[in-house]
């Protein structure tokens, strides 16, 4: 298996399946994506396309019923997959840390929130109580919460969902991880605490060198804030590209269609268009090379032979046979001119 | 000139009891505004500020503290709450909830769900209910198949239509919608979203929509209430406050959407200082709400309230001292 240099996580040809009673689910289909030391990759797509699927499996704490059937997790040149019992467990919360969607359920409701920071602090680095305590409130203040003295010892309950986020991304940053996996961080939020923490991860992952991945269906936070989008889609991810480039010219249709369904910048609703059909069913034993296929616009019969990510350009790349590709052409042109 | 809805000077306190003594909460403290018929109002703010309490007064299901809520000209606030499902008047304000998943009777099939609302509201028997359910799902894009169904086994769209059809199914005149895309997936929404816009005017409701989302506000609403802890701060035509916000509040919550209307790069967030607001018990009645967060907050600010009042000739009205007068172009 061949490495790339600079690259922290490297995802290969991952395949996860779950088996359920009413059949095995194909949730991620050899899914492969890079992330480099201090950049930040946003993943989008609809509920379903197995975002979340792919950071639980990177994380290793993916449900009982998942299986990893083919392909390869590599972390800082580390196999995350020969490593699932206690060498994880050192990595997680250290090396790769989350913040969850809903802080509220995912921080203990019965534990002080300064000790739920100090119980990683101390599980991580083995330091006494005290000390534990001291760098639990430079946490607390480092996202910037007033007063952490006085908030140490709130419970999840006594606060307000934004602060909640801001206690779960200082368990998550403890340990100064150098891969965060945000999955829909600020999803429920106000968009005044939404923008407050956006920047608070921005900031400390832009100080630390943090590599992040961010998972989120709102397509204008990701470009906000990502260098690079890759967009998913029922469990392949179909196009991979640099924020704005794929924003201005998307190559996938499924990508130009989730764009053009995005309020973001409409100038009125009917110039929203929706996305025709459901994600398909994804129990099925035949399902399509192309798994947008039966939703797409420009369907021919070429769409059904075997489908991967192929290169546009250096930094670009789509899974379809009859790519909108007409769309980069500059970018193109100026490829061929300077490697000619 | 004759409003649909009118509320006048509402307020909603709530008792907190803490060391043996009692204060109040000022959830909404003297709303006043109008919705027209077949007028879309949309109602902003950050949670806590009082939408949903706001919400609840004027759909009647809470009871106000003081003031009038008039719909067509009657005060609906001389109805208690715990009356007003059975009065005649429920029929023509009805709601539609955030949660397509939590508001469903998860053991209704989605036609019982709206079959209910039609034998209560509209007095039908069972075989005339039936039809005019059939009727609705028609409106609102919902398969026949589909209202055999229960909440879980249907998507979260479909979920949303079967809440928007229980809704409407006796005519209303005023649609009260809190968040009712907000658990949606964007295409899904785009869907829903349209789904409303048509409906409203084919039925000729008016919608008051609450959310937090500004750029669903902007696409579908024709005037925008901007609420800040239990008072409107700002109100006008949704192009004029979205292209030139005049209070500090507006114009924080516009430069916090993830790159801005005007295609900016975010930071202009940073408007807002501090970060909490301030608390919503007894607050002191001569100071501005926002101060400790205003960029501004100049002396005036801390010895007298600012009241909403007009800035031009335009409907536009602001509660500030200091408001950004810049002048909007329509283009």
Redesign the interface.
């Known amino acids: 298996m061949s490495h790339t240099p600079d690259a922290l996580l490297e995802v290969a040809g991952l395949s996860v399946d779950f088996r359920t009673r009413s059949g095995t689910v194909h949730a991620l289909d050899k899914v492969s994506l890079t992330l480099a030391s201090g950049e930040t990759l946003g993943l989008v797509g609809e509920s379903g396309s197995g975002k979340s699927v792919l950071s639980f499996a990177i994380m290793g704490i993916q449900d009982a019923a998942a299986r990893i059937s083919a392909g390869s997790l590599h972390f800082a040149g580390q196999d995350l997959l020969a490593n699932r019992g206690k060498a994880m467990r050192t990595l997680r919360g250290r090396e790769l840390a989350m913040i969850f969607q809903n802080p509220r359920v995912a921080l203990n409701p019965i534990r002080q929130v300064g000790r739920q920071i100090a119980d990683v602090i101390s599980r991580h680095t083995g330091v006494h109580a005290a000390a534990c305590r001291e760098r639990a409130l430079q946490c607390l203040a480092e996202v910037r919460i007033p007063d952490p003295e006085r908030r140490y010892d709130a419970y999840p309950f006594e606060l307000s969902g934004g602060m909640c986020q801001r206690v779960m991304i200082a368990i998550a940053l403890a340990c100064k991880p150098r891969l965060l996996i945000a999955d829909e961080p600020t999803t429920g939020l106000d968009v005044t605490t939404q923008a407050a923490i956006m920047r608070l991860i921005h900031d400390l992952s832009a100080r630390r060198q943090m590599s992040t991945l961010l998972i989120t269906h709102d397509l204008s936070l990701a470009r906000a804030y990502c260098d690079r989008i890759a967009v998913m889609h029922a469990g392949h991810i179909v196009e991979v590209g640099p924020s704005a480039e794929l924003f201005a010219h998307p190559c996938h249709p499924y990508s130009e269609r989730l764009i053009a369904a995005t309020p973001h910048g409409a100038a009125a609703l009917s110039a929203l268009a929706s996305i025709p059909g459901n994600l398909p069913d994804l129990r099925r034993d035949d399902l399509p090379a192309c798994r947008f296929a039966e939703r797409c616009s420009r369907y021919g019969a070429s769409c059904d032979a075997a489908l991967e990510l192929r290169p546009l350009s250096a930094t670009h790349s789509v899974a379809c046979h009859r790519a909108l590709e007409d769309a980069i052409p500059l970018r193109l042109e100026t490829e061929h001119v300077t490697s000619a | 000139m004759s409003h649909l809805l009118e509320s006048i000077d509402l307020q909603r306190y709530f008792p907190v009891r803490k060391n043996g003594e009692t204060r109040q909460l000022h959830a909404v403290d003297g709303i006043d505004f109008h919705l027209a018929a077949g007028e879309t109002v949309g109602l902003v703010g ?3 500020c009082g939408k949903s309490t706001l919400v609840r007064l004027l759909t009647r299901t809470l009871d106000p503290s003081a003031g009038q809520v008039r719909f067509r000209n009657h005060d609906l606030g001389l109805i208690r709450a715990r009356d007003m499902a059975r009065h005649p008047q429920r029929k023509n304000i009805q709601m539609v909830f955030q949660d397509p998943t939590d508001s469903l009777n998860p053991r209704y099939t989605a036609r019982q769900t709206i079959a209910e609302s039609v034998r209560l509201l509209c007095g039908l028997g069972r075989a005339q209910a039936d039809a005019r359910v059939d009727e609705v799902a028609d409106w609102v894009g919902l398969p026949h198949a589909l209202l055999e169904r229960y909440p879980h086994q249907l ?2 769209g479909q979920k949303a239509r079967v809440g928007i059809a229980r809704a409407i199914v006796s005519r209303p005149a005023l649609l009260v919608l809190d968040e009712p895309t ?1 658990a949606l ?7 829903i ?2 789904l409303l ?1 048509r409906l409203k005017r084919e039925l000729e409701m008016s919608f008051l929509f609450v959310s ?5 506000v ?3 609403c024709d005037r925008v209430l901007v609420m800040y802890l239990g008072q409107i701060v700002e109100s006008g035509n949704t192009d004029a406050v979205f292209h030139a916000p005049a209070h500090p509040y507006t114009r ?2 516009i ?5 801005a ?1 005007d ?1 900016q ?3 202009a ?1 940073d408007l ?1 200082v501090g ?2 607001p301030q608390s919503p018990i007894d607050p002191d009645p001569n100071r501005c709400r926002l101060l400790g967060r205003c960029p501004r907050g100049l002396a005036p600010c801390a010895e007298a309230a600012p009241v909403l009042s007009a800035i031009d000739d335009s409907p536009r009205q602001v509660a500030c001292f200091y408001p950004t007068l810049v002048q909007y172009a329509r283009h």
């Open positions: 950050e949670s806590g998507s979260g907000a997936d964007v295409s899904v929404q785009t869907v979203l349209q816009d937090h989302d500004l750029n669903v902007r696409l579908l924080a919550l430069a916090s959407l993830p790159g209307i295609g790069t975010p930071g967030a807002l970060g909490d």
